[in-house]
């Protein structure tokens, strides 16, 4: 059962515009979650994380917004960078939890 | 600095063969480690994590097997692959139980 889920395998943005990747959970016990890029052929990279006493987490160019009602997330990037051009997973975890559960992620692709 | 590495990068081995895929962290003591693997077009999925020496937790039931051998050092084992064993696979270190994970590399295996 997936408990983390991004609903959109891919997303296409131009340079210098906004890309708005999302991410559902199903699990109301979740309080702490992570935003991971990945390129081919190697591990991901953390990016930003946020936990569930905030609604937001700025970073540069990266912000996170949670929304607890509604079990979403979703990472902002502007603006979007040709480099940016990756996969991006996010991830959650619970307060007695040993693990982060991983949505299938969305691969971004950032047009010159 | 914190360091995660992991070998080898590549390797195709034949269906029945044993594995053994080895990961090292540098810069920290008594992490909480992970194994991870991504199959094509899939997330990431959790296989084992440890706390601790000698401690090894499975999430997925499996031809896989873990240890820990010494406080920084994370082994993947099997004694005879399959087909469905193909994937990418990725060591992850982490100070505690829901913080951050730092990724190593990933190793691409191919069972042939």
């Known amino acids: 059962d997936q408990q983390v889920k991004q609903n959109s395998p891919s997303l296409s943005v131009q340079e210098g515009r906004i890309s708005i990747l999302n991410c559902d959970y199903t699990?109301?016990?979740?309080?702490?979650f992570l935003w991971y890029k990945k390129y081919p052929a190697e591990g991901p990279t953390f990016l930003i994380s946020i936990s569930s006493i905030k609604d937001k987490n700025e970073d540069g160019r990266f912000t996170v917004f949670l929304n607890k009602s509604a079990k979403h997330l979703s990472l902002h990037i502007v603006p979007s960078q040709p480099g940016d051009s990756a996969v991006y997973f996010c991830a959650a975890s619970w307060p007695t939890g040993n693990q982060f559960y991983f949505g299938t992620g969305t691969s971004l692709t950032v047009i010159p | 600095s914190q360091t995660i590495h992991q070998w080898p990068a590549t390797l195709v081995q034949p269906v029945g063969s044993p594995l053994s895929l080895e990961c090292t962290v540098e810069?920290?003591?008594?992490?909480?480690l992970y194994w991870y693997r991504q199959a094509a077009g899939r997330g990431l999925q959790l296989l084992f994590y440890s706390v601790g020496i000698g401690q090894i937790s499975s999430e997925v039931p499996q031809n896989l097997s873990a240890s820990r051998p010494q406080d920084r050092q994370f082994i993947l084992s099997s004694k005879k692959l399959l087909l469905s064993d193909s994937g990418f696979y990725l060591c992850?270190?982490?100070?505690?139980?829901?913080?951050?994970?730092?990724f190593g590399p990933g190793t691409r295996l191919t069972v042939t």
């Open positions: 992850a270190w982490s100070v505690t139980a829901n913080t951050e994970q730092y």
């Open positions: 810069g920290t003591s008594n992490p909480n």
């Open positions: 699990n109301s016990m979740f309080d702490y």
